[in-house]
C-alpha cells in the first residue's frame, strides 16, 4: 500500500537504505513491548500491551522512563533500565528474522547498496538481536543507536548521524520504520521513508507520514523495484516484482 504518488512519478532514485532493528530486521517488537508493559504496569502505571506499542514503540528505554516517571510524579522504585534489558535478554531464544528480510537484504548486497541500522536499542541490544538472528553480516560497523546523539526518535539526529558515517546525504536515504516516531524522526532528516506496519497500523503510519507502507518485505522488494528506485534489477526481478504489486494492489 503506497500513499505517496509523488515518490513513484518523479523516479526518485535512493543511494543507501537505513533500517530501523526492532520489528523491520528483527521480529522484537512483540517481546519488547510485553516486557516494557509489564514494567510499567509495576512501576505503578497500569499499561496493556496495545498502549505500549502506541504509546512507546519507537522511543529509547530512557525517554520510556522519563515520560513513565513524570506520570508517575516520582523517581521509579527500582532500575527499570537494567530490569527491562535483563528480561528481554532472558527471551533472546525467541528472536527470529523478520520474513524476508535475509533474502532483501541478500538482494542489496549484490547490488552494492550501501546500508546500515539506526535503532532506538542500545548498540549491546542492537548487536545482540543482529547476531542472533544472523543479520550483523550484512552491516558491518554500520549500526548505530541513539545512545550516539543527542536527541532520540522522533528528533532527526539519529537518522542525520547515520547518513553522514554512510557519506550519503540524507536526501538519498531511504529509510525502513515500523514505529510512527520512526518515521516522524526520518521525515525531519528528509528521508524517504517506508513504513512498515507489523504492530503499527498503516493509518498510523501514513498520518505520522510515510511516503508509502507495506506489510512484507517483498512488497518493499517489488516498490524498490517497480518504481525504479533502485536501479540494476534484472528482468526476472521486475517481472516478479510486478506480480508482487500487481497482487498487493501497489501503484506502478
Known amino acids: 500500500m503506497v500513499t505517496d504518488m509523488s515518490i513513484t512519478s518523479s523516479r526518485y532514485q535512493i543511494d ?18 510485553e516486557v516494557l508493559a509489564e514494567l510499567a504496569t509495576e512501576a505503578g502505571i497500569p499499561t496493556t500491551f496495545e498502549e505500549c506499542v502506541a504509546r512507546y514503540m519507537g522511543r529509547s528505554t530512557a525517554e520510556c522512563i522519563a515520560e ?17 534489558e535483563e528480561r528481554v535478554f532472558e527471551r533472546a531464544g525467541e528472536l527470529r528474522a523478520v520474513p524476508g528480510v535475509a533474502e532483501l537484504l541478500n538482494w542489496l548486497d549484490s547490488l552494492g547498496v550501501p546500508r546500515c541500522v539506526a535503532s532506538s536499542g542500545t548498540p549491546t541490544e542492537i548487536q545482540h538481536r543482529l547476531a542472533v538472528t544472523q543479520l550483523a553480516k550484512h552491516f558491518g560497523p554500520y549500526v548505530f543507536s541513539a545512545t550516539m546523539v543527542r536527541r532520540g526518535k522522533p528528533a532527526p539526529d539519529l537518522f542525520i548521524y ?16 515500523d514505529s510512527p516516531y520512526g518515521v516522524r524522526g526520518g521525515r525531519a532528516a528528509g528521508m524517504r ?8 497500523s498503516v493509518e498510523s503510519l501514513m498520518h505520522a507520514g ?41 501503484p506502478l
Do not use: W
Not at 543507501?16 to 513491548?33: K, M, P, Q, R, Y
Not at 521513508?193 to 503499527?200: K, R, W, Y
Not at 510515510?210 to 528506485?229: G, I, P, T, Y
Open 16 to 33: 543507501a537504505v537505513v533500517f530501523d532493528c526492532d520489528g523491520v530486521l528483527v521480529d522484537s517488537e512483540t517481546i519488547n513491548n
Open 68 to 84: 513513565i516517571e513524570t506520570s508517575l510524579g516520582r523517581a521509579i522504585e527500582f532500575d527499570f533500565a537494567a530490569t527491562y
Open 162 to 177: 547515520a547518513a553522514d558515517h554512510l557519506g550519503v546525504p540524507p536526501t538519498k536515504c531511504l529509510l525502513v520504520e
Open 193 to 200: 521513508v517506508v513504513g512498515f506496519a507489523a504492530l503499527a
Open 210 to 250: 510515510a511516503h508509502f507502507v507495506v506489510r512484507s518485505m517483498a512488497e518493499l522488494q517489488a516498490v524498490l523495484v517497480v518504481n525504479d528506485l533502485i536501479a540494476a534489477s534484472s528482468g526476472a526481478q521486475r517481472s516478479d516484482a510486478m506480480r508482487i504489486a500487481t497482487a498487493a494492489r501497489l
